[in-house]
Each structure stands twice: as structure tokens, then as C-alpha cells.
């Protein structure tokens, strides 16, 4: 009982010291002197606030086919819930972050952020994942923000003054705002949360900053240059006014700065405005309120208004109209002057914004949209930023495995997860125009497969029959291929399988009565059949086109074969019959004579002690086997030139032979898989015996071979004995049926 009363005690200590420590209360000059010491702090309107919240968590260089591409870590959740991150969309966020920096330049918020795209494609995972950074950012002191609320002492407590009610006799307090709450008779909060600087007249307030910024380069929003106290604060200030005579020192007197936190949940700065039919913002009167009795008289007397709804609540941070267009025009049409202004007139005041607009809506609705009589209206006042589906298999799968797989309740055998997600990245890719691209490259780019394409943007992997000469070309021109059509209502990730259809084709896998995991075979079964349900899914019935674009039921076939060459794969590195580490040696070797050849060098032999010249043989062997074309000395100077073009990119970095020629490893492994594949089928077909016939007669040899590579599948694969059973059964059923 003791420790329980400690620990309550320890937790009650805590709690307060925590509350203390984030409410930060201060008088107006106490305010002014933090404010003094770092300015540039304090003077952020809604858009620097979140441009500083973006940048404040960092970012990364992340490497594609096409080029490095920064991501901001703000939407890796680090600091919340990591499986609700937003995965890949990197040139969304940099499109977003360039809209926020554009508005910060123009020194107000302008234009309406409008995040767009197909319906699943992570827009609303986008919103949120900026929202959960802004709250983590504002509790943190680099995200300090402050607001004020206004404090009135008992008369008591103030010697006869509560600051309103006849002349003053005597006022010796310099300040309220430390007072308990049981001597005020009344606090009135700001419910826009101005920013305390606007208390001051524009003439004082701008000398204020000037002296505190001393020359520190600091682009002051017109929030803090032009701005002036809402209608509520103006009135109560202007009694005060009168009250005291025009003595400010005694009207800021009445006024307490807090830190407040930005909340989602609370609508602190943080507001989704739903399709719903109510207005935005109103207003309602608070003098008829009997709680509110205990304000002085000349405030009773007075007709004060309090302000509310969405667009008050997110003052101070973002406003995300949700599914914007799913709303009547009508509903949303006073954002055209909204926009421009910054103001939005109230029934009896005008209401200043100091919030970021952001909205989002689905590609079909937005092209509607465009057709209306009001969009041209609309149109520069909005910053259209697409959010395509994801065309990479290896990021597309990161969605699945983050978010779904934790939560299936089965084991999960390998491959299943990919093969839901290259399926869904096929169905996404369009045919490239070859008009738009030198001639050297036309007729490799009209020739270039649906596979293939999705092959180069995911590794940068050329198809064997493509020169290098002509894949240089084609790599620099990937950007302008991913762009393609994005000025279009046709742009590359528009259409095609969304991650919400794959989400539902994983769970209905995963309850398959044939298999006892979420096999990737329950996956293609379950894909077949959505492939019939054209009515539902309009991606299935687009038009075919030639290099088999668009043609979701073709892909099954090609997943099919792409999952058998993967648990090949599995089976022959884990046959034991050769080291992964062989491939990369003979690598090494090919490197170091043709490294020598080239300079006039013999190579030292490990194996006899003496230097001899480099291996001829050697060399030739591993040139034919990775499919050299051409005259070998141009080969193995471009090889080298590659070498070096890697080296100058990393530098003081170990020579990665994998990320230099990913193409020739593949090919020198294939190669030597197709020379022993009888062994591997026989070793696995051994394994399938033992896991299927409890009571089988295989020799011990036999026995430990297959058990050998059964627990290696398991143990270093992630198969389990039911997965690597249907997979064992399969694979012999269309690859293995003659050994």
C-alpha cells in the first residue's frame, strides 16, 4: 500500500512540475523579454511555423533510378506512431514544402494548398502524418508559441481597482498575471489566439521588432506588420483604455501570456473540416451568459461576441477541408475572398486568419471541378499538389508490411506481400510516348515492356537486350518519363489498383481455407478474382495497349512466374551448394585484372607467391556469362569508368559491387543456377518428401540434406513447414514435374 500511495505521489509531482514547465505563464514585460531574446522565434505567422516544423526534424537523401530525392523525416513519425508514416510520395512533400516556403516569401497565406490524387493514394495519410509532426513540434521548445488571455483581480486582491468601475485611487500592482485563480473574479481568453505583439500599437510594435531583431535577417509576416487585435480583445482593450486613461503599462497589467500546445484532438490549431453542410466560423453573444456574471460592470454592459467554429479553432496552425469538393460550391465559395484577403467577414466583425488552408479531394471530383463556370475564379488562388499512386515495387510493398502485415493474425510467407504489390504497380504504369524522346532511344522506349519499365524505375535494372550505350540515355531521361503526362488528367499513377484494393485483396488472402498462411499463391487466387469485377474497378477494363499495358489479368501470370523464380532463388542459396560470397569474389577478381591489364601490370598470385599476367581466361569467362556485347576492350573500359564514375559519387566508401553492377551479379548467379539446377530441384524434392510423408524411406544422407535445407528456408527465409510445403508443391508442379 505504501509503495502504491509513493508511486501516486511520484506521478501527481511529475504531472504538475510537467504542467508548470509547458504552461510557461508570464506577464506582458516578461513576454517582451523572452521575446527579446530570440525574435526570430516569435515572429512566425501559421505558414513559417509549419515551414519550421518540416524542416526542424530534417530530411534525407533517399536513392531512386533517376536520382537522389530529399524526404522530410517529419513524415517518418519518429516521434509518434512509425507504422502510420507516410511511405515514399517524396516529390509530394517537397511540392508541399515549396508551397509553404512560397507563401512565407509572399509574407502571408495566399493560396489554398489543394493535395489531389486517386482515391487511396495517401493523401489523407499526408495530412496526418503533418499534423501529428506540428503537435510533437509545438511541445518542444524550438515550437514555443504563445497566446494571452485576459485576467481581472477580485477587489480585494487589487486594493479597491479591478480596473473598471470609476476612478482609480490607488493601482500599485505592475501586473495580474501571477495572480491564483481564486483572486480573479474573471479571465476571458482570445479564442483566435492572437499573438501577444498585436497588444501594442503598430508604430510601437514595429520599433519593438526592429530593436529586437538588431539587423538579424528575418522576413516579418504582414501577420505581425499589418494585423490588429480581434474584435473581442480590441473592445476590452479600449475600455481599459478609458478606464486608465490611456496608461498601457495598466492595461497590459491585465493581461497573462501562456504557451499553448497545438492539438488534434482538441482542435487547438489542428482542425479537419469535414464535407458537412454548416458553416465554417459564426459568432455568439457571451455578455448574456449568466456564468459570466463576474466580469466587471462596464464588460456587462458591453455587447462582446465570442467567436467559433472550425476556422477559429485552427487558428494558429492548419485548416484541412476534407474531401473539399464533396461539398456544395456554395458552402465553400467565401474562401475566393478568404484567400485573397486573409479576412472573412463575420456577422457583427471580420475575422483575421493566421492558419494554413490546405485541402484535399480526389482526381475525379478536381477535374469536374475545372469544368465548372467558378473555377477559373478559383484557380489562382489554389496550389494543385498530385498525389499519384506509387510505381516502385520495392516502396509499394513497404505500405503493406508496415501497416497490414503486423495485424494479419497468420504467418506471412515470403513473397506474398511482393507479389500484391508488383501486381498493383503493373496496373499503374503507362506505355511511354516515344515522340517525346531523342531518336538514339525511340525505338528502345517503344520496344520497352510493362515489366520492364517497372524493372528500371524500381533498380534501375536494364533489360538484357538494351545496349548500355542506349540504357546511359534512357537512365538520364527517367525523370522526364515519370513526368509524362503530369500536366494531364492522364498522368503516370493515376490509375490502376489502389492501395486500399490491396489491402482488401491481403485480408481476404489471409482467411484462404486452402492454405495455412497468407500464401502467395491465396494472393494471385485472390487477384484473379478481382480481376473479373470489372464494373467495380474501372482501372481493369482501360484500354490494351502494345508492351502489355493495361492488362491486369496478364500481370497474375507474370507475378506467378516472378514468385517460382524467387523461391528458386531460395532454394538454390540456401542448397548449400554454393556461397553467396563466390559471386562476389569472382567480381573482384574479374575488377583487379582487368584493373592491372589496363595499367600494364602483372597480378600477384596468392596461391604461388610470383606476379603473373592477368588472367585472360578469366576475364573472357566472366564477360560471356554476364552477356558482354562487343569489342572486350570497350567493354572493360566502360566497366572501369563505372567503377570510378561511383567512386567520385562515394567517396571514402568500400567498393559496393552490388549497387555498381547489380545486373552482372544477377546474371553471373543465374548462370551458375542454371548448371546445378538439377542438384538444387533434387535437394528440394528430398525436402518436399520429408515434409509431406511423415513415414518416408529416405536414406540419412537424404534425410539431412533435406532437413538441412528445410531449416535454412526457415530459419533464414522466413518460410515456416506449411508455406514451404505449398511453395515445395507448386514450384514441382510447373518448373520441377520431370526431375
Known sequence: MVEILDTYKQAVDAVRDDYMSRRGVMSFAEYLADFSQRPQLHLRDAARYLLDAIDYFGSEQVKTPWGQVTRFKIFNQEFGDKDARLVGQENTQNAVRDALAAQVRDGRVSRLIVVHGPNGSAKTTLMSNLFQGLESYSRRDEGSQFRFRWVFPTRKSSQGSVGFGGRVHRDEEDTYAHMADEDLDAT?????????????????????????????????????????????????????????????????????????????????????????????????????DRNLSALPVELQNMTLFE???????????????????????????????????????????????NSVLMATTNDDMLEAFRDHHEYISFRERLTLIPVPYITQYSVEKQIYEIQLVPNIGRHVSPHAVEAAARWAVLTRLEKPNTTL?????????????????????????????????????????????????????????????????????????????????????????????????????????????SGNYHDPLAYVSVVHEHVLDKIEEDNRTASGLVEEAKYLELMHKYITHVSHQAKGEKVYNEMNGNHEPPDEALMKRVEITVGAKGDARDFRREFMNRIAAWAIANPRQKLQIEQIFPDYLQRLKDTYFEEHRQKVAKIAKLAL?????????????????????????????????????????????????DI
Not at 514595429?206 to 528575418?218: D, F, H, S, T, W
Not at 518416408?696 to 506449411?722: F, M, P, S, W
Open 689 to 737: 518428401i520429408e515434409l509431406t510423408e511423415p513415414e518416408n524411406k529416405l536414406t540419412d544422407d537424404q534425410k539431412k540434406k533435406a532437413q538441412n535445407l528445410i531449416e535454412r528456408l526457415v530459419g533464414e527465409h522466413g518460410y515456416c513447414r506449411h508455406c514451404l510445403k505449398d511453395a515445395f508443391a507448386v514450384l514441382f508442379s510447373n518448373r520441377f514435374a
Open 437 to 545: 524522346y531523342p531518336d538514339d532511344i525511340k525505338e528502345a522506349i517503344h520496344k520497352l515492356t510493362v515489366v520492364e519499365k517497372a524493372d528500371i524505375y524500381d533498380s534501375g535494372t536494364a533489360p538484357r537486350w538494351m545496349s548500355k550505350e542506349v540504357f546511359a540515355v534512357l537512365r538520364g531521361k527517367l525523370k522526364d518519363m515519370r513526368a509524362e503526362g503530369s500536366s494531364t488528367w492522364a498522368y503516370e499513377g493515376r490509375f490502376g489498383a489502389s492501395p486500399r484494393l490491396i489491402r482488401a485483396i491481403l485480408l481476404h488472402a489471409s482467411l484462404s481455407d486452402k492454405y495455412k498462411c497468407l500464401s502467395p499463391f491465396a494472393v494471385l487466387d485472390e487477384i484473379r478474382s478481382v480481376c473479373n469485377k470489372t464494373k467495380e474497378n474501372p482501372f481493369l477494363d482501360r484500354e490494351r495497349e
Open 307 to 353: 467567436t467559433f467554429g472550425p476556422l477559429v479553432d485552427g487558428s494558429g496552425g492548419i485548416i484541412e477541408f476534407e474531401d473539399m469538393l464533396k461539398r456544395p460550391l456554395d458552402a465553400f465559395k467565401y474562401l475566393l475572398g478568404t484567400v485573397e484577403t486573409g479576412e472573412l467577414l463575420l456577422g457583427q466583425s471580420i475575422l483575421r486568419l
Open 188 to 288: 476571458l481568453e482570445c479564442e483566435v489566439r492572437d499573438h501577444p505583439l498585436l497588444l501594442l500599437p503598430r508604430a510601437q510594435r514595429e520599433k519593438i521588432m526592429e530593436n529586437a531583431l538588431a539587423g538579424q535577417p528575418c522576413l516579418v509576416p504582414d501577420h505581425f506588420l499589418q494585423a490588429s487585435l480581434c474584435h473581442r480583445c480590441r473592445q476590452i482593450a479600449d475600455a481599459l483604455m478609458r478606464t486608465h486613461q490611456g496608461d498601457l503599462r495598466k492595461v497590459l497589467a491585465h493581461v497573462q501570456v501562456e504557451r499553448w500546445a497545438l492539438s488534434r484532438r482538441y482542435r487547438r490549431g489542428l482542425v479537419q473540416v469535414g464535407p458537412q453542410m454548416s458553416a465554417d466560423a459564426g459568432q455568439r453573444q457571451i455578455t448574456a
